[in-house]
């Protein structure tokens, strides 16, 4: 199977905040947003696989700034790593105030999706190649991040864990 870069698979998503997107505090609503960020990771996946692809997880979303009526959303997406079947994906939320000109982050997290054969079964997924500095940062994080998902999930014991193990014994 091909090697991708993960340029190939990058996804920037601009949405406009409505008032039927947002609080009573005139704040863009946290499921608005959630649900936006998916939509970005998952074409990034699917971008990353050329397949269809489902949310198998996604991790803790900590909202920083509020991102107000009138602003406007954008949504970097980016496949970090590739696995068998899934693939992780780093979304950065960025909001910007056009009338006074300035921009700030909303928040970050990170989405696991699987790719999907034509019976709905996992499906092989690109072995992914990452290039600049922050790509292999994300990229050799992933691994220790995809065994903490598994642990909460109950899928893995921590026993299990090299990686996360690696963190804590001494060398």
Same mark, same amino acid.
């Given at each position: 199977? #091909?090697? !991708? !870069?993960?340029?190939?698979? #990058?996804?920037?998503?601009?949405?406009?905040?409505?008032?039927?997107?947002?609080?009573?505090?005139?704040?863009?609503?946290?499921?608005?947003?959630?649900?936006?960020?998916?939509?970005?990771?998952?074409?990034?996946?699917?971008?990353?696989?050329?397949?269809?692809?489902?949310?198998?997880?996604?991790?803790?979303?900590?909202?920083?700034?509020?991102?107000?009526?009138?602003?406007?959303?954008?949504?970097?997406?980016?496949?970090?790593?590739?696995?068998?079947?899934?693939?992780?994906?780093?979304?950065?939320?960025?909001?910007?105030?056009?009338?006074?000109?300035?921009?700030? !982050?909303?928040?970050?997290?990170?989405?696991?999706?699987?790719?999907?054969?034509?019976?709905?079964?996992?499906?092989?997924?690109?072995?992914?190649?990452?290039?600049?500095?922050?790509? !292999?940062?994300?990229?050799?994080?992933?691994?220790?991040?995809? #065994?903490?998902?598994?642990?909460?999930?109950?899928?893995?014991?921590?026993?299990?864990?090299?990686?996360?193990?690696?963190?804590?014994?001494?060398?």
């Amino acid at each position: 199977m #091909q090697k !991708k !870069k993960p340029a190939e698979s #990058q996804v920037i998503m601009t949405e406009l905040v409505l008032p039927n997107d947002t609080n009573l505090f005139g704040n863009l609503m946290g499921g608005r947003l959630m649900y936006w960020m998916d939509i970005a990771a998952a074409l990034a996946a699917a971008k990353h696989c050329n397949a269809p692809v489902v949310t198998a997880s996604v991790d803790n979303i900590s909202f920083e700034s509020p991102i107000k009526l009138g602003n406007v959303v954008h949504i970097e997406a980016i496949v970090t790593r590739a696995f068998s079947t899934s693939m992780e994906i780093h979304l950065s939320v960025w909001g910007e105030d056009l009338t006074h000109q300035y921009r700030y !982050k909303s928040n970050e997290a990170y989405y696991t999706f699987v790719a999907l054969d034509p019976n709905r079964k996992p499906r092989p997924v690109p072995v992914l190649e990452p290039e600049t500095e922050l790509e !292999k940062k994300l990229y050799d994080g992933a691994l220790r991040r995809r #065994q903490l998902r598994l642990i909460l999930g109950g899928k893995m014991k921590a026993a299990d864990a090299t990686e996360l193990k690696a963190l804590f014994s001494e060398a």
